[in-house]
C-alpha cells in the first residue's frame, strides 16, 4: 500500500524559510516522478516542483529561484527547501508520486498523494 506523509509546514514571517518532508512508503521510490503541488482555499491543487526519476527537475515560475526540490532513493523521502517566502505562498502543500508523469507539475498526472500540510506566511 503507498503511503505519502508530509512534515514540516507551519508558520513564518515574509523572507523566512521553512522545509517540507515526505515520507514515502509501499513503492520503488526510485521509480517514480515526485511531486510538491499547492492549493489555496476554493481554488485547484497547482504543481509547485517535481523531480522525475531520473532527477531531472521543474519548478512553477512563482517559485524558481526560491524553492528547491531533493529526493533521497535510499530513505524514500522528498524535500521541498522553502527560502524568501511570500505570503502568496500560504497554502496546503502536498507531495505526490506518479509512475508514469508525462507533464511533470500536473496533477492529473499523479497516483499518490499525502494529506497535505499547512503552510502560512504572514507579511
Known amino acids: 500500500q503507498v503511503q505519502l506523509m508530509e512534515s514540516g509546514g507551519g508558520s513564518v514571517q515574509a523572507g523566512g524559510s521553512l522545509r517540507l518532508s515526505c515520507a514515502a512508503s509501499?513503492?520503488?521510490?526510485?521509480?517514480?516522478?515526485l511531486g510538491w503541488f499547492r492549493q489555496y482555499p476554493g481554488q485547484e491543487r497547482e504543481g509547485v516542483a517535481a523531480?522525475?526519476?531520473?532527477?531531472?527537475?521543474s519548478y512553477d515560475d512563482s517559485v524558481k529561484g526560491r524553492f528547491i526540490i531533493s529526493k533521497d532513493n535510499a530513505k524514500n523521502t522528498l524535500d521541498l527547501q522553502m527560502y524568501s517566502l511570500k505570503p502568496e505562498d500560504t497554502a496546503v502543500y502536498y507531495c505526490?508520486?506518479?509512475?508514469?508523469?508525462?507533464?511533470?507539475?500536473?496533477?492529473?498526472?499523479?497516483?499518490?498523494w499525502g494529506q497535505g500540510t499547512q503552510v502560512t506566511v504572514s507579511s
Open positions: 523531480i522525475n526519476s531520473d532527477g531531472s527537475v
Open positions: 505526490a508520486a506518479g509512475r508514469y508523469v508525462a507533464s511533470a507539475l500536473d496533477r492529473y498526472e499523479y497516483n499518490f
Open positions: 509501499g513503492y520503488n521510490h526510485r521509480d517514480f516522478c
